[in-house]
T-cell receptor, first 111, second 114 residues
Framework: KQEVTQIPAALSVPEGENLVLNCSFTDSAIYNLQWFRQDPGKGLTSLLL?????REQTSGRLNASLDKSSGRSTLYIAASQPGDSATYLC??????????FGAGTQVVVTP | ETGVTQSPTHLIKTRGQQVTLRCSSQSGHNTVSWYQQALGQGPQFIFQ???????GRGNFPPRFSGLQFPNYSSELNVNALELDDSALYLC?????????????FGSGTRLTVV
């Protein structure tokens, strides 16, 4: 059974610190890995999409890496801000676009 | 360019009733997927529609059904509601099927079954 795991389930950091969020997946035939942000009671906002042929993607303060051999992806958020407080979800995509999600990491950035 | 719009935003139903949730896909997108997100969990794939045909289904019973219309908007129907159906239902659209396409998600419909 394919699984996506995110550890830790929750994380609290002071403003200005860098955030490191981890995602593990079991499907070595992964087609892509996506990171999403979810605010309480809201839908998902796509942050970064890494194709299986890529090793990382960057957007502003966000950087995501993908290591298929170890089944891991890491999302780095530099110089965290209170506005970064949200739940971050990773999802592996298969060949026809179905996403399998982890349970998410809830992040709180304190001023 | 409009995003993905879902209606209604909140809904309360009684066990055993039927419900229809609606989704308008982003302009230019022909693929719609539906996900169920229980409290504290990640979204679970229900099914995907591509050009009005079901294009894949997750581990959900037949009482979960869907439709996609010629304008690529979509409906999710759930019959014989159970308490465990209480969840946030998310719709996502894409400009194609397959791993090369990213998804745009709507804000979801919060369904409460009492």
């Amino acid at each position: 059974k394919q699984e996506v795991t995110q550890i830790p389930a929750a994380l609290s950091v002071p403003e200005g610190e860098n955030l490191v969020l981890n995602c593990s997946f079991t499907d070595s035939a992964i087609y892509n890995l996506q990171w999403f942000r979810q605010d309480p009671g809201k839908g998902l906002t796509s942050l970064l999409l890494i194709q299986s042929s890529q090793r990382e993607q960057t957007s502003g303060r966000l950087n995501a890496s993908l290591d298929k051999s170890s089944g891991r992806s890491t999302l780095y958020i530099a110089a965290s801000q209170p506005g970064d407080s949200a739940t971050y979800l990773c999802a592996q995509g298969d060949s026809w676009g179905k996403l399998q999600f982890g349970a998410g990491t809830q992040v709180v950035v304190t001023p | 360019e409009t995003g993905v719009t879902q209606s209604p935003t909140h809904l309360i139903k009684t066990r055993g009733q039927q419900v229809t949730l609606r989704c308008s896909s982003q302009s230019g997108h022909n693929t719609v997927s539906w996900y169920q997100q229980a409290l504290g969990q990640g979204p679970q794939f229900i099914f995907q529609y591509y050009r009005e045909e079901e294009n894949g289904r997750g581990n959900f019973p037949p009482r979960f059904s869907g439709l996609q219309f010629p304008n690529y908007s979509s409906e999710l129907n759930v019959n014989a509601l159970e308490l465990d159906d209480s969840a946030l239902y998310l719709c996502a659209s894409s400009s194609g099927t397959g791993a090369d396409y990213g998804y745009t998600f709507g804000s979801g419909t919060r369904l409460t079954v009492v």
